[in-house]
């Protein structure tokens, strides 16, 4: 990229175009995560207002965190002087009878807030995977407290739901008797080689779907149907093409380690997506990119919006990559631009590198106002936007359309 650009210092706008406080607060913005290999237990922060989120510390040590957090009992200020705060004509404060029964309720004294402290430990989990996680009990804190029980009542949700999950995963991780490592070393050598055989073939059926596409689940994926999916029907192929696969697989496996449960499908495509975003920022090699945006309704009506990323390899070539799709709560600009940073930040990709910015014409994409090309720009002067070229072309077609029924029939019909 260097020589097609003369760079100014990396990440950092130009001095004569920003002021001192300006600067300041984009190098703030722009700093890096830090992944830390060792960490003093005793240095972490007891507060949930101020605490480092479980997704910045790395993978190998998260557990650790976890179980001190756990350890240590939710953040609980019984005997704190909660403030109050007015609600419409009344003063209202938050009731430490609350904690009672809420085990994994806890206070921040620093914000005035409330939190949960199972979601703030597993949350990152269900989020990777395209779950909406409450992010009133994780990251910015919950301050209602007209309408605590009720609020309190409808997080818990039912017995599916992501909090719930959390809340069992706590407990299962404080049990050692139950982890998977303890399990594993259980195991006799045969048992580990048979294990790992089973997951590569699972992976290696993974990898060739994701590569070209295609679909994992069937309608009937019982031992009675013709066919019970390209999943399972592929790793049967794999199996009797291959006998030392095929006598430890699907029926011939352990019931309960059969590696190819719908849940154990999404792990390993997660895992997928997480080793090909790092493919990715490695060829980006921490240069500039713009960023192509949309967004649409899935098929179950939830909000997405599918991020692709744009920049120059090392070689010139101009290279553009899809890097995620993400659930959003709605549309709004502010929701996009807190998204799009949420995810940037997760992968140590800093807004200030934003040289580019492509969407359609939407108001809440271009608006002039309040539209997320004007929120980026306010932050990154230097994300110049253009109008979707995709989007531009549909809306002629569109447009020549509705005059020409000929156009109509030949792209349409």
Same mark, same amino acid.
């Given at each position: 990229?260097?020589?097609?650009? =003369?760079?100014?210092?990396?990440?950092?706008?130009?001095?004569?175009?920003? *002021?001192?406080?300006?600067?300041?607060?984009?190098?703030?913005?722009?700093?890096? !995560?830090?992944?830390?290999?060792?960490?003093?237990?005793?240095?972490?922060?007891?507060?949930?207002?101020?605490?480092?989120?479980?997704?910045?510390?790395?993978?190998?040590?998260?557990?650790?965190?976890?179980?001190?957090?756990?350890?240590?009992?939710?953040?609980?200020?019984?005997?704190?002087?909660?403030?109050? =705060?007015?609600?419409?004509? $009344?003063?209202?404060?938050?009731?430490?009878?609350?904690?009672?029964?809420?085990?994994?309720?806890?206070?921040?004294?620093?914000?005035?807030?409330?939190?949960?402290?199972?979601?703030?430990?597993?949350?990152?989990?269900?989020?990777?995977?395209?779950?909406?996680?409450?992010?009133?009990?994780?990251?910015?804190?919950?301050?209602?407290?007209?309408?605590?029980?009720?609020?309190?009542?409808?997080?818990?949700?039912?017995? *599916?739901?992501?909090? *719930?999950?959390?809340?069992?995963?706590?407990?299962?991780?404080?049990?050692?008797?139950?982890?998977?490592?303890?399990?594993?070393?259980?195991?006799?050598?045969?048992?580990?080689?048979?294990?790992?055989?089973?997951?590569?073939?699972?992976?290696?059926?993974?990898?060739?779907?994701?590569?070209?596409?295609?679909?994992?689940?069937?309608?009937?994926?019982?031992?009675?149907?013709?066919?019970?999916?390209?999943?399972?029907?592929?790793?049967?192929?794999?199996?009797?093409? *291959?006998?030392?696969?095929?006598?430890?697989?699907?029926? !011939?496996?352990? !019931?309960?380690?059969?590696?190819?449960?719908?849940?154990?499908? !999404?792990?390993?495509?997660?895992?997928?997506?997480?080793?090909?975003?790092?493919?990715?920022? $490695?060829?980006?090699?921490?240069?500039?990119?713009?960023?192509?945006?949309?967004?649409?309704?899935?098929?179950?009506?939830? $909000?997405?919006? &599918?991020?692709?990323?744009?920049?120059?390899?090392?070689?010139?070539?101009?290279?553009?990559?899809?890097?995620?799709?993400?659930?959003?709560?709605?549309?709004?600009?502010?929701?996009?631009?807190?998204?799009?940073?949420?995810?940037?930040?997760?992968?140590?990709?800093?807004?200030?590198?934003?040289?580019?910015?492509?969407?359609?014409?939407?108001?809440?994409?271009?608006?002039?106002?309040?539209?997320?090309?004007?929120?980026?720009?306010? $932050?990154?002067?230097? &994300?110049?936007?253009?109008?979707?070229?995709?989007?531009?072309?549909?809306? =002629?077609?569109? &447009?020549?359309?509705?005059?020409?029924?000929?156009?109509?029939?030949?792209?349409?019909?």
């Amino acid at each position: 990229m260097d020589k097609y650009v =003369t760079r100014s210092k990396i990440g950092y706008p130009s001095s004569s175009s920003t *002021n001192p406080s300006t600067a300041s607060t984009i190098a703030f913005k722009i700093q890096k !995560k830090i992944f830390i290999s060792d960490v003093d237990l005793a240095s972490l922060e007891a507060d949930p207002g101020i605490r480092k989120p479980i997704a910045e510390y790395n993978p190998n040590i998260r557990d650790d965190i976890r179980r001190y957090y756990i350890l240590k009992k939710p953040c609980q200020p019984k005997d704190h002087k909660f403030p109050k =705060t007015k609600f419409g004509k $009344e003063m209202r404060q938050f009731f430490p009878n609350w904690f009672k029964d809420r085990k994994w309720l806890e206070y921040s004294i620093t914000k005035d807030v409330a939190f949960c402290l199972c979601c703030y430990l597993f949350k990152n989990e269900y989020e990777s995977r395209g779950n909406v996680v409450d992010a009133a009990f994780t990251k910015t804190g919950f301050r209602a407290w007209n309408k605590a029980t009720e609020r309190f009542r409808a997080h818990i949700g039912d017995v *599916n739901s992501i909090h *719930n999950k959390c809340f069992n995963k706590m407990l299962d991780l404080m049990d050692q008797s139950q982890s998977i490592r303890t399990s594993f070393d259980k195991k006799s050598k045969k048992e580990k080689s048979e294990s790992q055989h089973r997951l590569s073939a699972s992976v290696d059926v993974t990898r060739f779907l994701l590569k070209l596409g295609l679909s994992f689940r069937g309608h009937d994926e019982s031992r009675s149907s013709s066919n019970r999916g390209i999943f399972l029907e592929l790793l049967q192929w794999y199996g009797d093409i *291959n006998k030392d696969v095929g006598s430890i697989i699907l029926e !011939k496996a352990p !019931k309960n380690e059969m590696m190819c449960s719908p849940s154990i499908q !999404k792990d390993i495509v997660d895992s997928c997506a997480k080793e090909t975003i790092k493919f990715i920022l $490695e060829d980006l090699d921490g240069d500039y990119f713009g960023i192509l945006v949309d967004e649409s309704k899935d098929i179950s009506h939830k $909000e997405q919006m &599918a991020l692709v990323l744009r920049y120059v390899n090392k070689e010139g070539e101009v290279i553009e990559r899809c890097v995620g799709i993400v659930h959003v709560s709605d549309t709004s600009a502010c929701s996009l631009k807190e998204s799009i940073y949420s995810f940037l930040s997760d992968h140590s990709l800093s807004p200030s590198q934003i040289r580019g910015q492509g969407y359609d014409g939407a108001s809440n994409m271009q608006g002039h106002l309040n539209g997320l090309k004007t929120l980026i720009l306010d $932050e990154t002067p230097s &994300a110049y936007y253009i109008h979707c070229f995709a989007h531009q072309l549909q809306l =002629t077609l569109v &447009a020549l359309a509705k005059k020409d029924s000929n156009v109509d029939d030949f792209f349409f019909a």
